[in-house]
Structures are given as structure tokens and as C-alpha cells.
């Protein structure tokens, strides 16, 4: 591990241990002033966010990229804008999970408390920098941030001017930190770090999630990959799953929780598919569609490699299913646990496909875009896991804690 | 990866997506029938034991362990009521975390659903192969075990009379599955199959929990290592903390909640030091003390080392600090983040122990060896994880389960 990393992961695992006891109050003074250092400072950040852009321009990027990358007036304020609405949120430590008086007296309680040091390795947008170091300081964790070398200056002077903003705070600076270089490399000493830092959360596309989880010996959340189907059940209401169909599908494509594949009941097909293939249509939504869908309409003809993409974009995979059963086998094998949804009418038909999908969200008669942090009343999420262990679904920020037990006794001895 | 562990490890996947769905009583039924099924092949399993017991003579393993390995009729009794007790616990699965309706009237629930299928690595005791199958099988999970090479007659034994009593059920008997070959390679097997195994947990000493969590691609639940501390503060009533330090030390050492380290505030030594080495000495307690703690009594010089050991047995490392927090930082710096003491009777002192040691348990007042699923009132625990994600602290039945969410509504859309 080179020096400037131990040297950067050092301090972040000591501003932890000093971060971690601090009450609430403190904590919302800080990042309160970290928004407002932000909006004070931001010329020089549309200065160096102008770097980036430049660099992006000259590689070729595309313009939508590029849009993505790039921070103005407006924009600052609404990254900082969003990180005091993080400081008017709840504090999840020290909250009471469980607790109560043992038979022999012994008050117990579980708390919770922060993680520790959580890594973050995120592509694109620089605003994660600041949301993301938000949501860990609100939490008493200190952040090691990885972005992507194509938002190298704008998240350099970002943490900078968040450095500066804390140093004049209770919260120590060096709970915010750049890990060096933004590389590769530095993202594999990330990975590598453990005893250092305490948990990894990747926040990008199904080969950034996958390096991390094959490479880390630090423990991993997975976020984010999100191939959501949609359902249409012999019993399904036929209106209201157009509805929710293009809903999920074409509402805001390129996001985690929009839809990927649509399966049909054969039951349903000969009503919902010619309007649903139409309404997809006119939405400029292009069918990847198998033998049974093409009866229906014009389709481009799906491979399984369909089935199992994330496209992001306005395509959608779809198959004819012979039954709920056929339809849960195909969202367990091709799936990837993030929402599934269900349209019917048959309250059987909804228990069962709730009981059998395996996944992080279940949505029925609703779209999939409602699994979301914000949907979810928790104000805001660092990702959406679609893991098993710790956290599943949106994270919000009791999601960026752990716990500890405490027991107060008065001399109590164990005799068996 | 091998055919045969394929095999397993494809049955054990099947099984848990039959299993996964199952209400509460026919888990129970099963359960049930595995204890009548042990009781009733009690002296097929006592035979197997034996050729077990026999190698482990040939090998010149010790009485004492060999003492471990034995299985007789009132041991398998035993193992069949702690399986008809885990039948009594409540079922985690289906339990409601969260819920409520969204300002938008979307039915919002977060369920306890199972893992999935768990990998048990584990040493020793064949009691072990018995006891973590039934806790799987009642949150829902199937279970691949791969038990020590020690006791492989004994485990085939036990996992195929489970198996047969479970044909006879509604709980697929493909749910209870030894890995094939008991072997180092097949414990490799398990730490590489992610996708096969939701979940690894190791039961046993440093270096088996440390080798897995090297290698495994599964996501890991560390449990058990116990570098314990009692921290005798400047205002401790000693006789209370001679009593505490005895208890932890000396009733059961070789279990991972006993102490392995005292540490002694200088105010407090003079009184304290003399009454608690001669207690130690009378319990037969070899003390590994540092200078300061010389000048009390007869002590082996203590090393680095000694501070890092979990000694599991009646060994104790100790050293007088000059303060609380100089307490802490050894504790951080030497602990396993497993269970630590303070002996105090300063509600400031306490508070502060307990906010700034950073470990699954702090006791005030207490001994260290409460932290215990029974002790908690959790009915039976898995083990005790000393890490911080999904499960910190004694695990037992909703800590072998994940979540997912469920949102009904009546064609609900998303529209920002």
C-alpha cells in the first residue's frame, strides 16, 4: 500500500474515532457549514469543474456526459441545498434499536452506532462527492472518496473547500477525504484497505459493482444494478398496467429502478399486448421481444443476453410466460434483485409472486420506480443494495450504521 | 469447482427456494421430527461417533478433546431438546420491520425473508452440525455444513438421519447438506461460490475465521474470536471488581467471552492489585503483567504478544494504565471488538467507556460473560459476530435473515 494512501486511510480512521461520540448537534453545525462554504466558494468550483469539462471535451466524451459532469451556480446550490436538508434529517446514532431489563437484572441495549470509515468508489457526477461525505458525517462516519479520474478537479476542490469548512467545526476535517491519485490503482488500495476502513460501497454500473466484490477483503455493499421487471398476470387490470409499464419503462430510463424486461401471461396477451406495444411505440421505447411478443407487433428479436441487461436506455426485452410460476423462474435466473412488479387483480396471484420473487423491492400494481430512498420517506439514500447481508433496498442513513450492545449491571456474575 | 460440490451446492439452492416460503408450523413439524429421528437412531450415531473417537486416539489427539468429540445417548439427547427448543422460538420470517402508507398511498412494508442458503464452516464438536442446521431451517435457510475432518463419521451420521427424518415432511430434506469430502478443498469450494451461498459463517479460532475472510467471495459473518477486557477504573468498588475479574476469567476460560486481558487504573492499583492477584493465584490464574503490575506480586513479564491473545485458558495479560482513555486506546489498538468491561462507579466514567470503546458489547458493572445469545434472551444463538455489517454481537434467529420490501398500490406512477 503506497504511504499517501496509509497516510490519507490514517486519518480518516482517526477523525472516526473522534466523529463517532459527537451528538447530533455539532454534526448539523458542520455540514450546515459545509453547504454554505460550498456556495460561498463556487466560482472556484465552476473553475475547476471547467478543467474537467475541458478534458472531457477533448477525449471525445459525449455531450450528454459531459452534461452530467458539469457544475454551475445553480447546481452548487442545490448540491448544498441538499446537504442541509441531510443536517434537518434524524441522527441514527445513539437510537435505542432494542432493549429491556434480563431476568437477573441486567439492563441491556442494542445502539446504534457509525460504521467507522466507509469507502465510496462512484463514477460521473461530482455531486456524490458531496452527498456522499453529507450522508457519512450525518452518520459519524468518515468518508474515503474514490470518484471518477474524469471528475478529478471538481472533486478535488470540493473536498478541499468541505476540508476547510470543517476545520473550523467540532467535526474533525479529516473525516472527508480524496483517496490519492483517483486511480485504478488507488481504488484497488481501497479495496485492499480492511482493518483500515470498514465497509465499501460501489456506486456505479454491474462492472464497477463487480470488480470491487471479486477484488475487495473489505467488506462490500453492492448497489445498484437494477434489472426490474414488470409482470402482467392473467388477472391483470390491462389500463393500469400499460400505465405502469411505460411508467417504469420510459419515465426516467436511465436510472436503477426503471423496468428492463416485461413479461406477459398468455392469458393477458391478446388484450394488453397490441396497447401496450403501441403505447411503447409512441414512448420511442424499442421491443427486444421473443417469437410470442412479435405475433403481436414489430419487434427486434431477443437473445437471452436481452434478458439479462440493464439496458439504462429506451429498450425493453419481453416474453410471453405461460404462467406466474414460468414468469418468478425467469426473474430469478435473469434477475438482479433489485424491484420486481406484479399487475393483477388476484390477491393470490400477488401473495404468491411477493412470496417467490427474490429480490430487494416487490412493487404490486405500482411501478418499480418507486424504490428510491427519497419515495421511501427517508429523506435521502447513499444507494440502493441489492444485497442480502446488512442492508437491502434503499439505504438511507440508520443503513450506514452498526450497533453495540451495552449492559449495565451492578456486579453481575455469570454462574452457569 | 467440483461436480459433487456442485451437486450439493445446486440441491441446497433448489431446497431453499421450496423452504424460503414456508409458514411457521410445518418448519416446526420438521424440526420436530429431526429430534424424535436422533433419539430414535441414537446408537447408529454413537457407533459412528465411535470410529471418530477411535481415529482421533490413533492420532494422539488429547483426552480433552477427545472428550469434546464423544457423543453418547444423554449427549444426543441433549442435542435433540436444543432442536425441539429451537422449534419453539417465533419464526423471523414475514415479521414486519417497517411499514406504513406513503403520503402517496402506497402500502409500504420492509419482511424479514431468510438469506437464502448459508455455509457453516466449523471445527470440532459434532453438536454443532445438529444445533446450526435447526436454527437454518427455522429462519428459512437451507444449510451447507463442512464440519471438522475430525468428527466426519459422526457428521455424515448426524446430516443423514436429519435428512431422512426431514423426507417425511414439507421441509425438502435437500434443505441439511454436508459438503462433500469434509476437506481443506471443500471448504475452499464454499468460500468461492457466490451465487451458490448467499452466506459464509466460520465458527471457530483466529486463524480458521481469518482464512476465510482472506479468501471467501461469499459475503462473511466473522464470529468468535474473544479478546476480552475488564477495565478497572480510578473509581471502582474493588471487591465488586475482584468479583467481576474472577467471574470472567476463571468460570468458563475457554469460551470466546471470558477475559484475556485486565487492564488497572494507577489510582486504584495500590487497592485493588493485592486482593485481585491473590484471588487470581487461588483460581489458579497465571497472571502476565507488566512492571507496574509486578510490584503487586509474583507475574510472568507480559509481551506484545500476550496483548493480542486469546488465550482460552487461565492465562490473563495485564497492565496498569494512567487514565480511561489511555484504557481505550490499548483496548482499541490490542482488542478483537468482541466484549469489553468497565468496573466503575462513575456514571461519567462509564458513559464515556461506553461511547469510546468500539466493540460488539460494552459491559459496565458486569462480567464480560453475558454476551450470549441465551444470556440475551434470543432463546439460541449461531454464534457471535465480532464484525459490523448486517449482525454485531450474539446472532440469533432474525440475524439469520435478510429483508425485502413490499409496496401495494392501485396503479400508482411515479411523476418527479
Not at 99 to 113: D, H, I, S, Y
Request: net charge negative; with cysteine; aromatic share 4%.
Amino acid at each position: 500500500m503506497s504511504e499517501d494512501f496509509l497516510k490519507v486511510a490514517r486519518a480518516a480512521r482517526e477523525a472516526a474515532a473522534e466523529l463517532a461520540p459527537l451528538p447530533r448537534a455539532p454534526k448539523d453545525r458542520a455540514l450546515r457549514a459545509v453547504a454554505d462554504a460550498l456556495v460561498v466558494h463556487s466560482a472556484e468550483i465552476v473553475a475547476a469543474n471547467a478543467e474537467d469539462v475541458e478534458r472531457a471535451r477533448e477525449q471525445g466524451i459525449s455531450e450528454a456526459m459531459i452534461d452530467r459532469l458539469r457544475l454551475d451556480a445553480a447546481r452548487i446550490e442545490a448540491i448544498a441545498e441538499a446537504v442541509r436538508q441531510v443536517a434537518d434529517l434524524p441522527d441514527p446514532v445513539g437510537e435505542v434499536v432494542r432493549g429491556g431489563t434480563l431476568p437477573n437484572g441486567l439492563e441491556l441495549r442494542q445502539l446504534r452506532v457509525p460504521l467507522g470509515v466507509i469507502g465510496i468508489i462512484y463514477e460521473g457526477r461530482p455531486n456524490v462527492t458531496v452527498d456522499a461525505a453529507a450522508l457519512c458525517l450525518k452518520s459519524g462516519n468518515a468518508v474515503l472518496l474514490r470518484g471518477s479520474s474524469s471528475a478529478f478537479s471538481s472533486n478535488t476542490a470540493l473536498v478541499r473547500i468541505m476540508q476547510d469548512a470543517l476545520a473550523a467545526t467540532e467535526v474533525p476535517s479529516g473525516a472527508v477525504q480524496l483517496v490519492p491519485g483517483q486511480t485504478r490503482e488507488s481504488a484497488k488500495e481501497l479495496m485492499r484497505a480492511r482493518g483500515l476502513v470498514d465497509v465499501l460501497i460501489p456506486r456505479g454500473g454491474a462492472s464497477l459493482i463487480n470488480s470491487v466484490v471479486e477484488e475487495s477483503t473489505v467488506p462490500v455493499i453492492e448497489t445498484g444494478v437494477g434489472n426490474c421487471h414488470v409482470y402482467v398476470d392473467a388477472d391483470a387490470d390491462v389500463d393500469l398496467a400499460v400505465d405502469i409499464l411505460i411508467n417504469a419503462k420510459a419515465q426516467r430510463p436511465s436510472v436503477c429502478n426503471a423496468a428492463e424486461t416485461l413479461l406477459v401471461h398468455a392469458a393477458v396477451a391478446d388484450e394488453f399486448l397490441p396497447r401496450a406495444l403501441d403505447s411503447l411505440a409512441a414512448h420511442g421505447v424499442t421491443v427486444h421481444g421473443d417469437d410470442r411478443i412479435a405475433h403481436y407487433g414489430e419487434v427486434v428479436p431477443v437473445t437471452e443476453g436481452d434478458f439479462y441487461a440493464e439496458y439504462l436506455s429506451l429498450d425493453l426485452a419481453a416474453a410471453v410466460v405461460d404462467s406466474l410460476e414460468e414468469a418468478v423462474t425467469h426473474i430469478r435466473t435473469y434477475g438482479s434483485g433489485h424491484t420486481d412488479a406484479i399487475v393483477t387483480r388476484s390477491q393470490q396471484a400477488a401473495r404468491r409472486f411477493v412470496s417467490l420473487v427474490d429480490s430487494a423491492a416487490v412493487a404490486v400494481n405500482a411501478s418499480t420506480r418507486f424504490t428510491d430512498g427519497g419515495q421511501f420517506g427517508f429523506g435521502a439514500e447513499i444507494g440502493i443494495s441489492t444485497q442480502k447481508l446488512h442492508a437491502r433496498g434503499p439505504m438511507g442513513l440508520p443503513e450506514l450504521t452498526s450497533t453495540k450492545w451495552v449492559y449495565t449491571g451492578e456486579g453481575h456474575l455469570r454462574t452457569s
